[in-house]
Every structure is written in C-alpha cells, then in structure tokens.
C-alpha cells in the first residue's frame, strides 16, 4: 500500500500541469519510491526528514535551475525529501534525498536499485530499458535508461550518491532524445566526474 | 479499498493541477462538462464568465505566488495536533502558488488533504466562488466513479462548507471540503474523505477542525 501512495505521490509532484510540447509525456512519468527496507534499532535515526534535509535537497544543485523556463516545486514524506524541476520545454529534472534510518552499505544500495524497484520507480512509464550502469571512484553510480511514454523516447540518466551515512541522494534527468548536449550540459554541472557512462 | 486509495491520490494529483485558476484559465477549458450542475446558489455563482474576475484584479498590488516559509508553516499547522497520530502519515508539497498537505491512513481508510492557495493579487467572494466551481469538482472528483453534490453553505466569517458523496470501487465515500478566507491573499481548503459508514468519525474530526461548521 505505502508503494502505491508513494507511487501517487510521485505521479503528484511530476504531473505539473503546463502543457508543452514533450509534458504530456512527463505528465505521467517519473518516479514512484520503493521503500527503504530497515531493522530499526536504537542506533537508527528517524525517517522524519529534518529542515537540514529539507535545505540540503533544495541547494543540491545550487543555482543551475533558477531560471525562468524551470519550474520548482518539494515534497516532504516519511523517509525522504524529493523536488522537481520542471522546464517549459518539458525536461525533468527529479531528486530524492533518500533517508537510510540505520544507515547503508554498497549492498544495500544495490539491493534498494534492484530490478523490481526499478519497476515501481519507473512504473509510469509506458517502457523503460536501461542501457548503461556505471560508477566512479567514490562509489557515484549513475544509470542510463532509455524511456518511452506517449510514443515519445527520452534518455534518462539517474545517478546515486552516498551523501552522508544515513542518506543517499538520487538524481534523475529525462530530456527528450535529440537534446543530448543540453542534457550533458546539466550533468556536467552537476556531477561533473560523471556526467555519462560513455 | 486499494484502489479508491490510489484514485484519491490521482485526484490530489489533479487537484494540484486544478492551481489557482485566476491564474490558469487554460485549464477549466480541458475538463469534462460536470455531471453534477448544483442546484444550490452556488449555481448562480458558477456561471458567472471569468472576466468578472479578471477586471478587479489590480496587478499594481500584486505580490510574488511563491509560498514562504511562513506559508508552510500556517499550512502544516491548520490542523493543530489532530492529524499527529500513528493512524496517519503526512506528506506535504510546495508548489509554485501552493502549500498542500496530504495526512493519509491506511486504517481508517481516509484522506485529509489541504491546500494553502496563494492568490496574489487577492480575491473577493465572487472570486472563490468561481474558483471552486462545477468544474473544480469535476477535477476534484474526476477519478472517482462517482460523484454526488449533496450541499453548501457558508458562515458569516466566510468560511464554507461543500458536501459531497463519492463512488468509488463501489464504496461510498462522504466529503467534507471547506473552504477558509485565511489572509487577503491566501485561501485554505480542506478536504476530509472518510468511508460513508465512519459517520461518528467524520463528525469527530470535522469538530475538530471546523467546530462552527461541522456540516450544512
């Protein structure tokens, strides 16, 4: 059930309703949120996002999207803080800080990303194939997907950080295909020592 | 149950959407014809054309749509401490003209959901009375199977009340939506939707948070 709302929730902060050439795609996308899966103990932290989490999500990328044509809008939920982007031309951009109440290994972040999390992250959309995986000296991951929605194809790219031990930051781009150098343009600005698996 | 669960979220999602029509009016004009023409005075007020509103509007007073903290903050506090139970999880999301809060329970089956609406160039009654029209509740309720206006009313103080009964997955659902003249600038709504049969519940909580105006 918390799938489904979280889901929902997800379908509410991507469904912004300005209409532009590729939102009607983006309108039905992104991104629904498995949920962190935890043995809570006495050293585990709440899953009750702090205004820490909150500023941290919201100056992430600092001032790269503070433009007119993108479009800002944050939720906060029990276990995470997201917050959209949304550009007029209909690109999206989409982060998650992710709460680990009891912290997180490699394996845990491998286990959270598995194939049927995918599924219900990308479940809006009406296909998705993902294309590359890869990750950097300090354990940045990043995963490149080709998506479909309303006949239209986009590249996605979704990077994971490790932020601090209780928190991984996600960070989704999804532009239409044939805007690969704008979309890099962004990926370089934001995760600059991996900005593609090419 | 599940799935009128999800179709409330759908309509959160919608009602997000729905914004601040003052600002919006492309979108009344991609709704569905409501199948509900209310037959109370709001009727009267419905049909009232759009330019009522947008002469009034004196853009030199206008200010930035943008919620502040201090939005968030009124919005998360409306409803007092009711909502700080186990029975119901919050969710909150800050748009670019709006504050909304969804306190959601899988036990008892309901939703509550509030938005803080920001009309920035405020408003007049004739305004909210064109904002929360028949079509409004077409999107309202647009993913429910069903949808019943069963009546409206309003304090002295301004405050209104709608009532509605919904269908979906063949449960009955009964609403509650109000409607607070907060600021000269803000408006508050807040939508209760409880099963039918949960009839001492949704009068406990509409006590708590509408003592004046539990129902019409």
């Known amino acids: ?198 | 149950m599940k799935r009128f669960l999800f179709g409330l979220m759908i309509l959160f999602l919608i009602t997000a959407c729905s914004g601040n029509k003052a600002s919006t009016a492309e979108i009344p004009a991609q709704l569905p014809p409501s199948p509900e023409p209310l037959s109370s005075p709001l009727t009267q007020i419905e049909n009232l054309p759009q330019e009522v509103i947008t002469q009034e509007i004196d853009q030199t007073t206008c200010i930035s749509p943008a919620p502040a903290q201090v939005d968030i903050d009124r919005a998360l506090s409306f409803a007092g401490k009711l909502f700080d139970t186990p029975d119901w999880e919050r969710t909150y999301t800050v748009d670019i003209d709006k504050v909304s809060v969804t306190w959601y329970s899988e036990g008892l089956s309901s939703i509550a959901y509030l938005e803080a609406l920001i009309f920035p160039c405020g408003y007049e009654e004739l305004d909210l009375d064109y904002f929360f029209n028949v079509d409004n509740w077409a999107i309202v309720f647009g993913n429910y199977q069903s949808y019943e206006y069963v009546d409206g009313c309003r304090l002295d103080s301004g405050v209104r009340l709608y009532q509605f009964i919904t269908v979906d997955q063949g449960y009955e659902y009964d609403v509650h939506y109000w409607v607070v003249n907060d600021t000269a600038t803000r408006v508050i709504s807040m939508m209760l939707v409880m099963p039918i049969e949960s009839q001492a519940m949704i009068d406990e909580f509409s006590y708590s948070l509408f003592p004046q105006l539990t129902e019409c």
């Open chain 1, 1 to 198: 059930m918390k799938k489904i709302l979280f889901s929902c929730i997800g379908l509410l902060l991507f469904s912004a309703c300005r209409l532009s050439a590729f939102q009607p795609t983006l309108l039905r996308t992104p991104t629904s949120t498995p949920l962190v899966i935890s043995t809570f103990n006495s050293s585990c932290v709440s899953t009750e996002p702090t205004q820490k989490d909150i500023e941290r999500a919201l100056s992430f990328t600092e001032e790269l999207f503070d433009t007119s044509n993108w479009e800002r809008s944050y939720s906060v939920m029990q276990g995470r803080v997201a917050v959209t982007w949304l550009h007029v031309d209909g690109f999206l951009a989409y982060l998650e800080a992710i709460i680990f109440p009891c912290g997180y290994q490699e394996a845990d972040i491998d286990d959270y990303f598995n194939d049927t999390n995918w599924e219900i992250i990308l479940s809006n959309y009406d296909s998705y194939e993902m294309k590359n995986e890869c990750r950097n000296d300090s354990a940045l991951r990043l995963y490149e997907f080709s998506v479909m929605a309303t006949d239209v194809e986009y590249e996605m790219r979704y990077w994971v950080m490790k932020d601090i031990n209780t928190r991984v930051i996600t960070l989704m781009l999804v532009f239409p295909l044939g805007f690969e150098s704008m979309m890099n343009h962004y990926a370089d600005n934001i995760f600059p020592s991996l900005e593609t698996c090419e």
